[in-house]
Every structure is written in structure tokens, then in C-alpha cells.
């Protein structure tokens, strides 16, 4: 109800000394105090009220509070105020009001009505405090809990003693602790055992002298992990400068590091195989060099690559061939010692590093990993069967660093391959040397071609039941004026890498078919003369038109051509392979798959080819009779031309037990040493000669 007072006016408040305390009182209140009439007019306010809102009595007096309104407040709000006072009872709430300047605030109001009997008048007295900055606050501590509750950061408070009094969410998600259980309790639950006490005793010392310690340390969660964190600790004091509290901010750093060591770890190994990298192995082989200094032992390096792998990629493609890498990688790591270190230089290249070892022992591990890359590998339904060649280079010598140890193996490892497969060979100091000689040499192939320095050699095919030649292959040598007859096998390969087998393969498709129609001019008996295509030649668009110009301006036919190329090049693109045999077969040649069991063919690509002969490799026929299994490979090669209407020839025949087995076999050709070397054009003609002569005689025969 309206309370009664028995008060003299306002207005008459001066009048009297009690009116003259009444009033000094409300003007000094800290509050905001107005007093409206019952219409709602201001009749007077205290200076707290215009310190405020800006506005003084004189621009107030007689009007109605609402040039206060903020327009923040729908009108139902300011209904159920006046509803509320008319009724004669307590308004109170909160408000948003706006200040002379514009400025919002907010208020915390109590609106009472009041009934002056002198006068009998009712009045407002309204009595405001200004909450903005209260609200503020209580704003600010609630998001501040709400961060600290939902901050991917643990956050922990303890008291001035170290006792804890709060943990958010995320402390307990990084530790595994329940808020409640470290509650009272001291930080030290968390420690790891890693650090020692100097350690701690540095953190505490920064908390007393600075306020504040920051750091990476190691913690122990709830289940006993221990995990890295990044740590920050303030001091929180109080107005007189003393410690209060301490507040630590940690972050699990597990992830972080988990990735770095990922990072780390792709930077020194080999994505592929996750093998060391060359950079690890350097870097391995230069402390093992320092330490085998130091200690006045050796240590080995081994560098090995795979023969043909090219072939692999070429036939089954990339990814069988990257199957092929890990698996060999594996093989190569089941050879050696837990302190041995195996690497993938890139490619088809390994590398070992095999510290305090001596030289037998290395050899030893070399023939092992030999060994275990023979080993048949089935991938993608092929059996495939690989050799390597190993380079070994031995540390002895304090001064030797670690490129020039590993250079020393590369070389060997090329000694190794040119002294056939499956082999390895020990560093010795006139390699640097042959390596000199190379260079040198690619220099002077550059210009054999210009100078008329090739020579071609002719080597006859025989019917192996008949005795009689089949035919003849030409064979390149190189007449160097200074080092004699050099083998193709010199040359060749840097004729591939230069670039030059393309001219170079032209010569030799001329000379060879000029010399066979010069044959058939002297009255020999007509043979198909066999030219090797090179992987390069193979590859050029002009090949059809060149080998059909060049048969045109020698004036042979082209049935007496025979064109080898082997199983990796013509499996290298299938399509592309079919396309040109197919043109090269309207000129007439002869096709034939050279070097045939030592690729990686599918039965249904050879099968699309427009092939006439394989030719097996000599080097399966070179054992046939002391390995099991190369003999049925050979078996296997001529059983499948048979079942595909191929001729078969057999190169690198050089004995007659060779022979019989291969007569045994039904093999139609036979071509090596047992029948003649390659020899020059001029030899050739007495071949010749012998072979007119015993055209009609016994098959070859032992006896």
C-alpha cells in the first residue's frame, strides 16, 4: 500500500531546519535519487542524479523521466512499471537509460510511491544506482570462466602454499585427473621423474624473482604416461604486492612433437621404403669415420643397384616396380647387424654402411644381400627373378671423407656390373682412373662416327637339326685408333645416355644391309641379315620410313631383314610396340625378342606382337647344365614358342653338351662360340663358303 508520510512539502523543505537535514541527506546520497509527481514529473533530483545522466534540475524540472529511455526496452516493459507504481506498490528492476551525451548506462531502480498527508498528494520517489561497470565485471568474470572452462589449454590455480583450488576441462582431459581429485593437493602428482631438482629449483627461483616461469617439461598423466607440455606460471598478487596465487597454463605438446619427429623423420628416410635417406646415411658415415679414426679400426660402404629394374617399370609399371623397391629394401635390411645401416641412395640404388668390420666380413654380407635379391619375388602374379651388382669400399685410410667413400663404392659397384651379374667387386685406387678413362672415351665417341672408326662383325645363326645357317647378326665394334677393338658393351651404354645410338643405330641398319646385298651380289646364298634396334631408335616417330628409305637406296628386300628388339623395349608401351611391328612386318622384316626370359612379358602381349623368333638369352643357356632352374626356364622359353609358332634360337652356345640339351629341347637355331665369334665381313665369306658347300649335309652333331 501507499505509504503515509507526515512530511511538509518539498517546496516548503527550507523552511525548516528539519526540512533543511531531510534534504541535505538525500542530496547527499550516493545514489541517484528523483521524486516525480503523481503524473510522473520531475519535481526534484539530488546531485548524484545529474552527475549521471548530464542533465541539470533546471532542464528537467517539470518533465517526465522518459527523456531518459533508451528505446532498449519494448513498450511492455515501461507498462508493467506504471501499471506496477499506479497500483501503489514497489517498482524494482534494472534498466538501460541513455545520458544527455547519448551514452547508454544501466541502472538498478527501486521506484516507491509515497502519499504526502499535508498535501494530500501522492509523489514517485525513485532511488537508482548505476550498475554498467557491476554488469561489466560480472560479465568479464563470466567469459573469463567461460575460457578458462572451454580453452584447449589446461588451466590450474593453486594457493599461495601450492595447493591446488581449481582445474578447468582441459586440465583434466591432458592429465586425466578429476577436478575433485586434485583439489588440495600439490602440483608435484604430475611430475614425471625426469627432471631433477636443479630443474625445479630454477622454475621456483624465476617465480619469486620475476613472477613467472615458462618452459617445456615432462609430466606424468593419471594412467602413468609421460607426455611433453608447454608450462606458463604467473605469480597472481594482491594490492599490497604479496603472492596470493599462482595460475599455470599448460599445453600437451605430444601431438606437436609426435608431428616433428614425422617431419624429422620424412626429412632422413626414404618415403618410399622408409630406409635411411641419402642425407641420414652421409651424415651416419661421417661419425662412423670420425669414430672409426679415433679408434683405429675400418669400416665398409657398399653401394648396389638392381640390374634391368628399369624393365620392371617399364612392363608392370611404377607401381609394381615401388613394390619391388620396399620388398628389396627389406631383403637387403635382413642382412646386416642392429648397428649396420642400409639406405636408399634413390632409384634402384642401396647403400650399406657397415662400421668396425673387416674386409672378409663385408664381402660376406655383400654375397649375402646378392643372395637374397636372386631370390624369386612374386609380384602381381609374375615370378619375377632380379640381380644386383655391389660395390665395396673399405675406410682404412684417416683421410678419406665421406663422399669420397661412397664415390669409391659407386665405382666399384660399376666394375661390378661390368663384369656381369650377381657380382661384387672391392674398390682399388686405379678405379678413379677408369672413371677418367670413361669420360675420355665419351669424348672420342663423340667423333668415331665422323672419323669412320665402326666396324661391324658378323656372327651366324644355324639350324640346329639341319646344320645350315639361318641367318647372320651384325654386331657393332668400335676401331679406336689408340685402344684397339673396343666391345659394344664399352660403348654402348654411353651411346644410349648420349644420345649418339641414334646415328650410330643408322650406320649400323645401313652397313649391315649394304654388306648382306654386296653377299648376295657375289652369289652367296640369300640370308636374312639381324640388326639390333636400339630402345632410343625404337622410340623415334621416323624409324618405319628410315628403315624403308634405307632398304630402297641399298636395294634389298625386306624379308631378308631380321630386327631384334628386347623384351623391356617392346613391353615399354604395348600399343605403341604392336603399331610399329605391325608397319616394320609390311616391309617384310623379320621380328625377333632378344635377351627373351630375362623380362617381365605377359603371355597376352605376346601374344598381340607379330613376332617370328625369340632368342634366349645366353645367360640361362651358359648354366643350363649346372642349375636346375635355369634349365626350366630354357625348356619353358622354347615350349612357349612352340605354342605360339615362333622360331627359337639360343645365343651363347659354346659347348656341345649345350647343344644336345638344347637339341633334346627341339630348339630350331643355335648362335655362340660353338659354331663361330663374330667376325669381320671379309671372315664371314668363308662361312659363307663352308655353309653353300654343306647345305644339303648331317645335321651338327657332336661326333
Known amino acids: 500500500m501507499i505509504k503515509k508520510y507526515r512530511l511538509k512539502p518539498l517546496s516548503k523543505f527550507k523552511q525548516g531546519k528539519f526540512s533543511q537535514l531531510q534534504i541535505a541527506a538525500l542530496e547527499a546520497a550516493a545514489n541517484s535519487i528523483v521524486i516525480t509527481d503523481a503524473q510522473g514529473r520531475v519535481i526534484w533530483a539530488n546531485s548524484a542524479f545529474t552527475t549521471l545522466t548530464g542533465y541539470n534540475l533546471t532542464e528537467i524540472f517539470g518533465k517526465n523521466p522518459r527523456f531518459l529511455k533508451s528505446n532498449m526496452h519494448p513498450p511492455e516493459f515501461y507498462q508493467d512499471l506504471w501499471l506496477t507504481i499506479k497500483a501503489d506498490k514497489v517498482w524494482h528492476g534494472e534498466i538501460v537509460n541513455r545520458k544527455k551525451d547519448g551514452t547508454l548506462y544501466t541502472e538498478e531502480m527501486t521506484i516507491t510511491p509515497v502519499y504526502f498527508e499535508p498535501e494530500k498528494k501522492s509523489y514517485y520517489i525513485a532511488v537508482k544506482q548505476d550498475v554498467t561497470q557491476k554488469l561489466k565485471d560480472i560479465e568479464e568474470l563470466r567469459m573469463a570462466a567461460k575460457i578458462f572452462e572451454n580453452t584447449l589449454e589446461g588451466v590450474l590455480v593453486t594457493d599461495s602454499r601450492g595447493n591446488i583450488i581449481f582445474a578447468n576441462q582441459s586440465f583434466e582431459e591432458i592429465t586425466g585427473y578429476k577436478t575433485e581429485e586434485v583439489l588440495g593437493k600439490n602440483p608435484k602428482i604430475l611430475s614425471s621423474g625426469k627432471h631433477d631438482q636443479e630443474f625445479y629449483r630454477t622454475m621456483w627461483n624465476s617465480l619469486l624473482e620475476k613472477g613467472g616461469w615458462q618452459g617445456e617439461i615432462w609430466n606424468r598423466r593419471r594412467n602413468g604416461a609421460i607426455y611433453p607440455e608447454w608450462l606458463t606460471i604467473c605469480a597472481i598478487k594482491d594490492d599490497r604486492g604479496e603472492t596470493v596465487q599462482y595460475a599455470a597454463i599448460l599445453s600437451d605438446l605430444t601431438t606437436r612433437k609426435e608431428?616433428?619427429?614425422?617431419?624429422?623423420?620424412?626429412?632422413?628416410?626414404?618415403?618410399?621404403?622408409?630406409?635411411?635417406?641419402?642425407?641420414?646415411?652421409?651424415?651416419?658415415?661421417?661419425?662412423?669415420?670420425?669414430?672409426?679414426?679415433?679408434?683405429?679400426?675400418?669400416?665398409?660402404?657398399?653401394?648396389?643397384?638392381?640390374?634391368?629394374?628399369?624393365?620392371?617399370?617399364?612392363?608392370?609399371?611404377?607401381?609394381?616396380?615401388?613394390?619391388?623397391?620396399?620388398?628389396?629394401?627389406?631383403?637387403?635390411?635382413?642382412?646386416?647387424?642392429?648397428?649396420?645401416?642400409?639406405?636408399?641412395?634413390?632409384?634402384?640404388?642401396?647403400?650399406?654402411?657397415?662400421?668396425?668390420?673387416?674386409?672378409?666380413?663385408?664381402?660376406?654380407?655383400?654375397?649375402?644381400?646378392?643372395?637374397?635379391?636372386?631370390?624369386?619375388?612374386?609380384?602381381?602374379?609374375?615370378?619375377?627373378?632380379?640381380?644386383?651388382?655391389?660395390?665395396?669400399?673399405?675406410?682404412?685410410?684417416?683421410?678419406?671423407?665421406?663422399?669420397?667413400?661412397?664415390?669409391?663404392?659407386?665405382?666399384?659397384?660399376?666394375?661390378?656390373?661390368?663384369?656381369?651379374?650377381?657380382?661384387?667387386?672391392?674398390?682399388?685406387?686405379?678405379?678413379?682412373?677408369?672413371?677418367?678413362?670413361?669420360?675420355?672415351?665419351?669424348?672420342?665417341?663423340?667423333?668415331?662416327?665422323?672419323?669412320?672408326?665402326?666396324?661391324?662383325?658378323?656372327?651366324?645363326?644355324?639350324?640346329?637339326?639341319?646344320?645350315?645357317?639361318?641367318?647372320?647378326?651384325?654386331?657393332?665394334?668400335?676401331?679406336?685408333?689408340?685402344?684397339?677393338?673396343?666391345?659394344?658393351?664399352?660403348?654402348?651404354?654411353?651411346?644410349?645416355?648420349?644420345?649418339?645410338?641414334?646415328?650410330?643405330?643408322?650406320?649400323?641398319?645401313?652397313?649391315?644391309?649394304?654388306?648382306?646385298v654386296t653377299w648376295q651380289k657375289e652369289g652367296y646364298l640369300p640370308l636374312r641379315i639381324a640388326v639390333n634396334l636400339s630402345a632410343r631408335q625404337f622410340e623415334e616417330e621416323n624409324l618405319v620410313e628410315q628403315i624403308k628409305t634405307i632398304l630402297q637406296e641399298e636395294g634389298m628386300e625386306g624379308r631378308w631383314l631380321e630386327l631384334e628388339i628386347t623384351e623391356s623395349v617392346a613391353m615399354h608401351n604395348v600399343e605403341q610396340t604392336c603399331r610399329v611391328l605391325e608397319q616394320l612386318k609390311e616391309l617384310g622384316a623379320h621380328i625377333a625378342i632378344d635377351d627373351f626370359g630375362i623380362g617381365y612379358s605377359s603371355l597376352n602381349y605376346l601374344k598381340r606382337f607379330p613376332i617370328d623368333t625369340l632368342k634366349v638369352d645366353q645367360s640361362f643357356i651358359r648354366d643350363s647344365q649346372n642349375n636346375s632352374e635355369n634349365e626350366v626356364i630354357v625348356s619353358t622359353i622354347l615350349e612357349l614358342a612352340r605354342e605360339l609358332n615362333f622360331s627359337s634360337i639360343a645365343e651363347g652356345v659354346e659347348t656341345e653338351a649345350q647343344l644336345e640339351f638344347l637339341r633334346k629341347k627341339e630348339c630350331y637355331g643355335i648362335q655362340g662360340y660353338l659354331i663361330s665369334r663374330p667376325v669381320p665381313a671379309q671372315d664371314m665369306k668363308i662361312l659363307l663358303n663352308m655353309a653353300h658347300q654343306k647345305q644339303n649335309s648331317n645335321p651338327v652333331t657332336s661326333e
Open 259 to 516: 608431428n616433428e619427429e614425422r617431419i624429422k623423420h620424412l626429412a632422413y628416410h626414404d618415403a618410399l621404403t622408409d630406409l635411411p635417406n641419402r642425407y641420414l646415411f652421409l651424415d651416419r658415415l661421417k661419425i662412423a669415420l670420425a669414430h672409426a679414426a679415433r679408434h683405429e679400426n675400418t669400416l665398409a660402404v657398399l653401394y648396389l643397384d638392381l640390374d634391368r629394374f628399369k624393365d620392371v617399370n617399364d612392363t608392370l609399371g611404377h607401381t609394381a616396380g615401388d613394390q619391388l623397391l620396399q620388398e628389396v629394401g627389406k631383403r637387403i635390411a635382413s642382412c646386416i647387424r642392429e648397428e649396420d645401416t642400409v639406405a636408399r641412395m634413390g632409384g634402384d640404388e642401396f647403400t650399406v654402411l657397415l662400421p668396425n668390420i673387416h674386409i672378409e666380413d663385408a664381402k660376406d654380407v655383400a654375397q649375402r644381400i646378392l643372395n637374397v635379391i636372386r631370390m624369386p619375388i612374386l609380384l602381381e602374379g609374375h615370378e619375377l627373378y632380379l640381380s644386383s651388382s655391389v660395390g665395396i669400399a673399405i675406410a682404412s685410410d684417416k683421410r678419406v671423407d665421406a663422399q669420397t667413400i661412397l664415390r669409391y663404392a659407386d665405382l666399384a659397384m660399376y666394375k661390378a656390373k661390368e663384369n656381369g651379374k650377381n657380382r661384387y667387386w672391392i674398390y682399388e685406387s686405379n678405379m678413379g682412373i677408369q672413371a677418367r678413362n670413361r669420360l675420355t672415351l665419351e669424348q672420342s665417341l663423340r667423333k668415331a662416327l665422323e672419323r669412320n672408326e665402326f666396324v661391324l662383325f658378323y656372327q651366324p645363326q644355324v639350324d640346329v637339326a639341319r646344320g645350315s645357317l639361318l641367318g647372320i647378326e651384325a654386331l657393332i665394334r668400335w676401331n679406336h685408333p689408340d685402344a684397339g677393338l673396343i666391345p659394344p658393351m664399352k660403348f654402348i651404354p654411353i651411346a644410349e645416355e648420349t644420345g649418339l645410338i641414334i646415328p650410330i643405330g643408322e650406320w649400323v641398319l645401313r652397313t649391315a644391309i649394304a654388306q648382306n
